[in-house]
């Protein structure tokens, strides 16, 4: 959806839209039910001076999932049972986006003090778990946490010229067990140590401002 006056005030509810506004209706239906009523939203938001983008607006199937906000929501049947659900998935875009600010860190001609990059590798992957934790996120959390991984232990043995060996000298315990990587106190952050915490089913027990027409 996208303005034809960017950020103004609508004459009759006086509320502001940002430039563009992300809209999602689900239909109970048809495709052609579907169709009909994007016609019915085009006359709705006519007065408010919004309109639907041609070219962002489609019409898809629960199962064929869709995109919305930097998750992926969509229709699944559940592993190992018939049951069907509606899964929220992180999308494969904010995924990218953050490999690639990762990659941009951890190049292995990078000179940069470890200790700001892990600072810096912090605040980012710190922020997008939080905002991605509610979703069907461990697979994903537990990749991106070996990906940075292995991006710092490529990047430390360019730099310094370390064997496999110097690596598991400097990062493993007299037992086996690998230590974090860290430098002047500051500890990678461990994207997989973030808690995946899902959104309880509520269904009727949210509360709804508006009373039915025909109220029993």
């Not at 506004?21 to 052609?32: K, S």
């Not at 085009?42 to 898809?60: F, H, M, N, W």
């Not at 064997?163 to 037992?175: A, E, K, N, Q």
């Amino acid at each position: 959806m996208s303005r034809e006056a960017p950020a103004r005030f609508c004459e009759r509810g006086r509320v502001r839209f940002p430039p563009p506004t992300l809209l999602v209706v689900l239909v109970h239906g048809t495709e052609a039910d579907t169709a009909a009523l994007r016609e019915e939203v085009v006359d709705v938001l006519e007065p408010l001076g919004l309109r639907l983008s041609q070219a962002k607006t489609q019409i898809v199937h629960m199962s064929d999932g869709f995109d919305f906000l930097g998750f992926r929501i969509q229709w699944k049947r559940k592993g190992g049972t018939t049951k069907w659900h509606v899964y929220t998935f992180i999308a494969d875009r904010p995924i990218r986006s953050l490999k690639a600010k990762i990659r941009a860190l951890t190049g292995r001609t990078s000179q940069q003090d470890l200790a700001a990059v892990l600072i810096r590798l912090t605040q980012i992957m710190r922020g997008w778990a939080n905002y991605f934790k509610h979703a069907v996120a461990k697979h994903v959390f537990d990749m991106l946490d070996a990906f940075v991984w292995w991006r710092l232990i490529r990047m430390l043995r360019a730099r310094h010229r370390w064997s496999w060996g110097d690596v598991r000298r400097r990062f493993t315990t007299p037992t086996g067990r690998w230590r974090p990587i860290a430098a002047d106190g500051v500890e990678l952050f461990r994207i997989a140590s973030v808690t995946v915490s899902r959104y309880r089913y509520r269904a009727n027990t949210i509360l709804n401002p508006w009373q039915p027409a025909n109220p029993a």
